[in-house]
T-cell receptor, first 115, second 113 residues
Framework: QKEVEQDPGPLSVPEGAIVSLNCTYSNSAFQYFMWYRQYSRKGPELLMYTYSSGNKEDGRFTAQVDKSSKYISLFIRDSQPSDSATYLCALWPQDSGTSYGKLTFGQGTILTVHP | EAGVTQFPSHSVIEKGQTVTLRCDPISGHDNLYWYRRVMGKEIKFLLHFVKESKQDESGMPNNRFLAERTGGTYSTLKVQPAELEDSGVYFC???????????FGPGTRLTVT
C-alpha cells in the first residue's frame, strides 16, 4: 500500500468551475501537508501548506486537512485555463528524527481547465 | 534571487555509461534534496544533504548512485553504470535551515537506452 494515495485523473473542467483535489494517507505521523503545482517540463512549485486540521485559504485556493480521516483536499474556485497543471500533495515529515525534510508525494492529479 | 538550477536539462545515454547530474541550490540554503520520478510513479525521495553532510540517504536505490555536495554548495549525482530502470526525471530541491518549504529545480530528464 502506498503511503499517500492520489487519483492521477486526468481531470477536465470548464473555466469557472470549482475543482476538488484529494489525497489520503496512511501514517498518522505526518505533520505538514503541502500542495505543489507542476507545469509541464517544470519543477514542482509550492502552492500552500497546512499544519493542523481545518481550512487554510489563499486567494482562489483552499487547503483542507482532516487528520482524523487522514484526508487532505485542495479546492480551486473560479478555475482558470492557467490553472491547468499537475497538482501534487506532499506530506512531511514522517519521522523528524531520521528523515527531517523528506517529502512523501502523491502521484499527482493532471488538471485541465478548458475555456 | 536565482532559483534552483539543474544541469543538464536532458541527458540520453546508453546502458552501462556514466552520467553526472548537477544541482545548484538557492544561495544560502543549507538543505539540499534529490528526488526522482520514474514514468507513471510518484516523485520519490533519494537523499538529503545538510551543508556538505549526508543527512539521509535512505532513498538511494543502490550503490550505482553516488551523490556529493562540494563545500556545501552545489551537488552532483552520478549514476555509474546506468541501467534502463534509471530513466526518469531527477529533481533537486533546496530549503533554508529547519524549513519545510522546499524549492524545486526544473529537473533533469534522464533517458537510458
Amino acid at each position: 500500500q502506498k503511503e499517500v494515495e492520489q487519483d492521477p485523473g486526468p481531470l477536465s473542467v470548464p473555466e469557472g468551475a470549482i475543482v476538488s483535489l484529494n489525497c489520503t494517507y496512511s501514517n498518522s505521523a505526518f505533520q505538514y501537508f503541502m500542495w505543489y503545482r507542476q507545469y509541464s517540463r517544470k519543477g514542482p512549485e509550492l502552492l500552500m501548506y497546512t499544519y493542523s486540521s481545518g481550512n487554510k485559504e489563499d486567494g482562489r485556493f483552499t487547503a483542507q486537512v482532516d487528520k482524523s480521516s487522514k484526508y487532505i483536499s485542495l479546492f480551486i474556485r473560479d478555475s482558470q485555463p492557467s490553472d491547468s497543471a499537475t497538482y501534487l500533495c506532499a506530506l512531511w515529515p514522517q519521522d523528524s528524527g531520521t528523515s527531517y525534510g523528506k517529502l512523501t508525494f502523491g502521484q499527482g492529479t493532471i488538471l485541465t481547465v478548458h475555456p | 534571487e536565482a532559483g534552483v538550477t539543474q544541469f543538464p536539462s536532458h541527458s540520453v545515454i546508453e546502458k552501462g555509461q556514466t552520467v553526472t547530474l548537477r544541482c545548484d541550490p538557492i544561495s544560502g540554503h543549507d538543505n539540499l534534496y534529490w528526488y526522482r520520478r520514474v514514468m507513471g510513479k510518484e516523485i520519490k525521495f533519494l537523499l538529503h544533504f545538510v551543508k556538505e553532510s549526508k543527512q539521509d540517504e535512505s532513498g538511494m536505490p543502490n550503490n550505482r548512485f553516488l551523490a556529493e555536495r562540494t563545500g556545501g554548495t552545489y551537488s552532483t549525482l552520478k549514476v555509474q553504470p546506468a541501467e534502463l530502470e534509471d530513466s526518469g526525471v531527477y529533481f533537486c530541491a533546496s530549503s533554508q535551515e529547519r524549513s519545510y518549504e522546499q524549492y524545486f529545480g526544473p529537473g533533469t530528464r534522464l533517458t537510458v537506452t
